[in-house]
């Protein structure tokens, strides 16, 4: 709005280019990155989350624990994973145990590709 507000008063078009050049940029960054969803294997109560926003995870690591009729469930990362930084997890279970369903998200991990 206010680059708008700008281009009308001072004619500003070089605002405009900067502004443009910048998003390209950002684009670009977000085309590097690649994302993986570690979603839960069954039905069952998420007991918890072993991983936090910020951490490093990498192929097959443990980053939960799923209860299914008294039986105890790891969710693990895929083998085939490379290292990256979790960016988002499933917080109902922080309180209490929280029940979720199969192919249900529960942790969610950035990979930055390198060039």
Do not use: A
């Not at 991983?51 to 008294?70: A, F, H, P, S, T």
């Amino acid at each position: 709005m206010s680059s708008e507000l700008d281009y009308e008063l001072n004619n500003n078009e070089n605002f405009f280019y900067k502004k443009k050049e910048k998003e390209k940029e950002k684009e670009k960054e977000k085309e590097k990155e690649k994302y993986y969803s570690i979603h839960s294997p069954i039905t069952g109560r998420l007991r918890s989350i072993l991983v936090k926003k910020g951490d490093r995870v990498k192929g097959n690591q443990i980053v939960g624990v799923l209860e299914c009729m008294k039986t105890f469930v790891e969710v693990r990362t895929p083998e085939y994973m490379e290292e990256g930084e979790v960016v988002w997890t499933k917080e109902c279970c922080y309180e209490k145990p929280c029940v979720v369903q199969q192919n249900e998200e529960l942790v969610r991990v950035r990979i930055k590709e390198e060039d």
